[in-house]
């Protein structure tokens, strides 16, 4: 069974500073990697993805995220956090040879002035 | 291009009544899902339709809920009846296809069971 963890709840960070919120995932076979944002009071967007190829994606909002086969990792990462990035993130996994998305239960940024 | 849409946007029932939640996806996208939002938890898929064909409905409670996605476009959630433990938030998305295609997600329905 596939599966994705998100091991932090919240990540504060300052205005101006990189940020990174982390995920690993577990699947057979290669993944599909996501990322999303949930502003308040709205659905979800999609931020990023990775399929294959270069292991840096870069995506909506200066975000980017790295792909780590060896680590089964897939973080997500900004070099400059603004405060309209508080949001909630969640990331999500699907393996190459499925057609089922599985969810990690999020991580809440807050970006202090 | 318009995006997911869904109704209502919130909906408060007692416990053993019946609702029903409606979705429609963006034009031309052949997979459709409906999620499971708890407080505090990711989305958890209850449903997936590529077209009007069922590809995962393996965490849906079938004693209590039903979908269905007639002609391949619009799609509805049905409950009854429902559980106190059924609050959350049902999210309707829409991908181009199964795989790589990122979803699309409407703004969510906010079912409230007392």
């Known amino acids: 069974a596939q599966s994705v963890a998100q091991p932090e709840d919240q990540v504060n960070v300052a205005e101006g500073n990189p940020l990174t919120v982390k995920c690993t995932y577990s699947v057979s076979g290669n993944p599909y990697l996501f990322w999303y944002v949930q502003y308040p009071n709205r659905g979800l967007q999609f931020l990023l993805k990775y399929i294959t190829g270069d292991n840096l994606v870069k995506g909506s909002y200066g975000f980017e995220a790295e792909f780590n086969k060896s680590q089964t990792s897939f973080h997500l990462k900004k070099p400059s956090a603004l405060v309209s990035d508080s949001a909630l993130y969640f990331c999500?996994?699907?393996?190459?040879?499925?057609?089922?998305?599985?969810f990690g239960r999020g991580t809440s940024l807050i970006v202090h002035p | 291009e318009a995006g997911v849409a869904q109704s209502p946007r919130y909906k408060i029932i007692e416990k053993r009544q019946s609702v029903a939640f409606w979705c429609n996806p963006i034009?031309?996208?052949?997979?459709l899902y409906w999620y499971q939002q708890i407080l505090g938890q990711g989305p958890k898929l209850l449903i997936q339709?590529?077209?009007?064909?069922?590809?995962?409905d393996s965490q849906l409670p079938k004693d209590r809920f039903s979908a269905e996605r007639l002609k391949g476009v619009d799609s509805t959630l049905k409950i009854q009846p429902a559980k106190l433990e059924d609050s959350a938030v049902y999210l309707c998305?829409?991908?181009?296809?199964?795989?790589?295609?990122?979803?699309?997600f409407g703004p969510g329905t906010r079912l409230l069971v007392l």
């Open positions: 998305a829409s991908s181009l296809d199964t795989g790589n295609h990122p979803q699309y």
């Open positions: 339709f590529q077209n009007n064909g069922v590809v995962d």
């Open positions: 034009s031309g996208h052949a997979t």
């Open positions: 999500a996994v699907r393996a190459g040879g499925s057609y089922i998305p599985t």
